[in-house]
């Protein structure tokens, strides 16, 4: 076999094989939902025993100035900086996607004169949508609107009345990626601020936003970034333009003075002003450990392997699968995917939990899709021969036992 087909060779050439052993997985499983939710990382559970025995246990309230728990939101920002092509100072961990989304565009929303439409592509995850909805509601008085658009639509749809925009960088449905420095730029001709959803991109793609103009965006803490299930999200705002927004969700820790207890609210600078209530220390350091596992990482080496992990995951749905009637819902050019491949089948609700019940985990959306998500920190390429060796075996419809499935998962 060509040693740039065989996935077994392809393995042992992995600049990232090393990092795999950075995470706890179940031994035999093969862990394609990193799209959902990231595994934990080794060191995770040491980390937050440490925090509750020592930290909290030991030193109680004093905990919050000794072990530098306020800091924790910069201090993470920072780490996550560099997986988005950001400055250490342009990313804060705070909250959730939903509501760090609502933050930025209602400061955008609040500083627009004269536009009154909120553009949304109506692709987004829901929760983009939804907040999108309930800032509109708001501001209905003030004569505000929410317009959707068809993803193919969106970029016609930045008009002279919209007053800020959203868009997912990756299709949570379908993985087609978009283009961010095009779209940024069209967006930015239009005047129109565009606030992005790097939820199913951050920690296993390449992002450049500082390079590609990008101004605003938010992204998620527990998927790509194995910081645990509801992990903080965080926020991106280019340096230059944080000081001239003001968070619609003003709590006392984006205050310039949180320990003055001021009557008045006052913004702090940077991108402190983001922060809402107390910080929620437990989650933010198991996220904190969870990106501890990118260390020593080269980015180009991430995106490298996430586009070659869905190269060769399409390249043989289409050899084994698709005399079966399955077809693939992502965008064969790698530019144009991001790490999670997704297969169309009739079935697809059925066959995705065959495939958890074989190991292999994957997961399902209506009305027809098969989503796998590609993490290139743990994710091998026999993983990738093997998950769809078991499509093919249960589309086949034969009768394997454990061991004899096993065998066959040995051989790429």
């Not at 995470?23 to 595994?39: A, C, K, N, R, V």
């Not at 780490?79 to 705070?94: F, H, K, Q, S, Y």
Request: aromatic letters at 8%; hydrophobic letters at 40%.
């Amino acid at each position: 076999m060509d040693p740039k087909r065989d996935p077994a060779e392809m393995d042992r050439r992995d600049p990232l094989a090393r990092f795999r052993d950075r995470f706890d997985l179940p031994e035999g499983l093969i862990y394609l939902g990193g799209h959902s939710l990231g595994p934990p990382p080794r060191t995770t559970r040491a980390r937050t025993e440490r925090l509750i025995g020592r930290e909290w246990g030991t030193d109680l309230v004093a905990a919050w100035n000794r072990s530098d728990w306020l800091e924790l939101p910069e201090r993470i920002g920072a780490r996550i900086a560099p997986l988005v092509g950001a400055g250490a100072d342009e990313v804060i961990a705070a909250d959730s996607v939903s509501l760090n989304l609502f933050k930025l565009l209602g400061a955008l929303m609040l500083k627009a004169r004269g536009r009154s439409v909120v553009l949304a592509d109506e692709g987004n995850f829901p929760t983009d949508l939804y907040m999108a909805q309930g800032l509109a509601h708001l501001l209905a008085g003030s004569g505000a609107t929410l317009r959707l658009t068809a993803p193919e639509d969106f970029e016609s749809g930045l008009g002279s009345d919209v007053a800020v925009a959203t868009v997912s960088h990756v299709d949570f449905r379908t993985g087609r990626r978009r283009d961010s420095r095009a779209l940024t730029a069209a967006a930015r001709a239009s005047g129109v601020p565009l606030v992005w959803d790097l939820s199913h991109s951050a920690g296993a793609v390449g992002l450049r936003l500082n390079e590609d103009g990008v101004e605003y965006a938010v992204g998620c803490g527990y998927k790509y970034l194995n910081g645990g299930p509801g992990a903080p999200a965080f926020l991106y705002v280019a340096r230059e333009s944080q000081d001239a927004l003001e968070s619609p969700l003003t709590g006392w820790m984006g205050h310039a003075s949180p320990f003055d207890f001021d009557v008045e609210y006052r913004p702090a600078p940077g991108m402190r002003r983001f922060l809402t209530g107390t910080p929620p220390i437990l989650s933010l350091a198991a996220l904190e450990d969870g990106l501890r596992t990118f260390e020593g990482v080269e980015m180009a080496d991430l995106r490298g392997k996430s586009e070659a992990l869905g190269d060769l995951f399409l390249r043989l749905a289409a050899e084994r699968l698709a005399e079966f009637g399955v077809i693939p819902a992502s965008p064969e050019d790698a530019d144009e995917r991001g790490a999670q491949v997704s297969l169309r089948h009739p079935e697809g609700y059925a066959l995705v939990q065959a495939l958890n019940a074989r190991g292999v985990v994957g997961d399902f959306r209506g009305p027809d899709l098969m989503r796998f998500g590609l993490a290139p920190l743990y994710v091998r390429y026999i993983d990738v021969w093997n998950a769809v060796e078991a499509l093919r075996l249960i589309l086949v419809g034969e009768e394997h036992r454990e061991d004899r499935f096993r065998q066959r998962r040995r051989v790429p």
